[in-house]
């Protein structure tokens, strides 16, 4: 497939009309980053959760991976439809509809009497926070220019893991003085308020819709993509990826290791914890200008690599505190950066014409069939193999190989030439 500008030129899209509230970019991005925030809070907070019901509800911290892993899958897998749904529903009634079953169904843990109905709602929110990133990353896409992509989908991503430094902040304290039935809802009820807000102010052209069905059908649109090399070997490099990748991984096995494992003591861990989180924040954004002044490859390869090295440390560190600390700080800087700008390559590759049903396939394999992960680490761990004892330092050195191997699926990825600067899309009010 030749590489095309992702973004279609100011020209392509009709002037708006008097009646019709401009679009904006940035309030676009504002709200996605905010609803990003509340789904990565609620992430992060489920490990301090999971850690409450293991005694609870007498499950092992196996089930919980099982749970994690399901969760995933089903969160992934439902995010092929967005393929379809995309062409005839506007992104962000997607996005709205998605945003109330998330912050309900989190909220409604809180009534769970035990594990089952638990994992149910638990379930069943993430598959309502599913269209945050096909759904957002494709609305982003289309509205900022190349030059300007990387920093828009990483401020999307890092303004997501401010909710991780909330729950760095007030998250244990939460669930120590109101319980974590009332953690889950405290947290859950902003993701709907979030929500109705982009149903309410957030515009789009649908310039992208348009040019899709224009294309042809969604098969139409799946046959070029599975053409293109270059779609496949993103594809796997992020398949690759998640058996590392920072938030759902990382932080839930760098505190499990930490107190399980090296017995590190709990204000330590806490602290450590919070450390982690809080490096997610600005290494995204970082990565973001640099892939946009120095391309996205050679980012992503020397992320991938400082990722594995990060972890190759942790395992390595034993009981050594400062080496502890070392390697948590490598994970911080390395293991969430590589994602965004993995997506930021995948938009600039992938025509308007096909971009919904790239981003669709593209957090389908990455969040449903990387989700498998999860589920080979749950085995590992469990009671009747490995044990968590023995297993968590198997998990990390598998982590270190499989950014390794993402690293060198990246390398026969072409990155396109970059077009001039273009302005942000200002355009007519789609439905």
């Known amino acids: 497939m030749a590489s095309t500008p992702a973004t279609a030129p100011p020209a392509a899209i009709p002037p708006a009309t008097a009646s019709a509230r401009p679009i904006n970019p940035d309030v676009t991005l504002w709200l996605l980053s905010i609803?990003?925030?509340?789904?990565?809070?609620?992430?992060?907070?489920?490990?301090?959760?999971?850690?409450?019901?293991?005694?609870?509800?007498?499950?092992?911290?196996?089930d919980v991976a099982y749970l994690t892993s399901a969760g995933a899958f089903a969160s992934g897998i439902i995010q092929l439809s967005y393929a379809k749904l995309s062409r005839i529903v506007s992104r962000r009634k997607l996005l709205a509809a998605g945003g109330v079953l998330f912050g309900g169904g989190f909220a409604a843990q809180a009534f769970a009497p035990g594990f089952p109905a638990f994992a149910a709602v638990n379930v069943a929110s993430r598959v309502g926070g599913s269209p945050q990133h096909p759904v957002g990353n494709g609305l982003l896409a289309e509205q900022f220019p190349p030059a300007r992509r990387g920093f828009a989908i990483s401020a999307h991503i890092s303004g997501g893991n401010v909710g991780t430094v909330i729950v760095a902040a007030v998250g244990s304290w939460l669930i120590l003085?109101?319980?974590?039935?009332?953690?889950?809802?405290?947290?859950?009820?902003?993701?709907?308020?979030?929500?109705?807000?982009?149903?309410?102010?957030?515009?789009?052209?649908?310039?992208?819709?348009?040019?899709?069905v224009a294309h042809g059908s969604l098969a139409d649109a799946f046959r070029t993509i599975i053409r293109d090399r270059d779609h496949r070997w993103i594809y796997l490099t992020s398949v690759l990826g998640g058996g590392g990748r920072?938030?759902?991984v990382v932080n839930l096995f760098a505190l499990a290791y930490l107190?399980?494992?090296?017995?590190?003591?709990?204000?330590?861990?806490?602290?450590?914890?919070?450390?982690?989180?809080?490096?997610?924040?600005?290494?995204?954004?970082?990565?973001?200008?640099?892939?946009?002044?120095?391309?996205?490859?050679?980012?992503?390869?020397?992320?991938?690599?400082?990722?594995?090295?990060a972890f190759a440390v942790f395992l390595l560190a034993g009981t050594s505190i400062?080496?502890?600390?070392?390697?948590?700080?490598?994970?911080?800087?390395?293991?969430?950066?590589?994602?965004?700008?993995?997506?930021?390559?995948?938009?600039?590759?992938?025509?308007p014409a096909i971009r919904d049903a790239s981003f669709a396939l593209y957090f389908t394999l990455a969040f449903g069939v990387g989700s498998l992960w999860l589920t080979l680490y749950g085995l590992i761990i469990a009671p009747t193999t490995l044990g968590e004892q023995a297993g968590l330092p198997v998990v990390f050195g598998l982590m270190a190989i499989a950014f390794v191997l993402a690293a060198l699926g990246t390398i026969p990825i072409r990155e396109p030439a970059r077009p001039a600067e273009l302005p942000a899309l200002d355009g007519p009010v789609g439905p």
């Open 322 to 351: 400062p080496l502890l600390w070392f390697g948590i700080v490598l994970m911080g800087i390395f293991s969430f950066a590589e994602s965004p700008q993995l997506q930021a390559l995948l938009a600039d590759v992938a025509s």
């Open 177 to 212: 003085n109101v319980g974590w039935r009332w953690a889950v809802v405290v947290f859950g009820i902003p993701a709907v308020v979030v929500a109705i807000a982009i149903l309410l102010f957030v515009r789009e052209s649908g310039v992208d819709r348009e040019a899709a």
């Open 35 to 62: 609803a990003h925030a509340v789904n990565h809070a609620q992430a992060v907070l489920l490990p301090l959760i999971y850690v409450e019901i293991i005694r609870e509800f007498h499950v092992t911290l196996s």
């Open 246 to 248: 920072g938030l759902g």
């Open 259 to 309: 107190l399980v494992v090296v017995k590190v003591d709990k204000d330590t861990t806490d602290l450590m914890y919070r450390v982690l989180l809080v490096l997610s924040v600005p290494m995204p954004l970082i990565a973001g200008l640099l892939s946009d002044r120095l391309g996205r490859r050679p980012v992503i390869i020397g992320v991938y690599i400082g990722g594995a090295a």
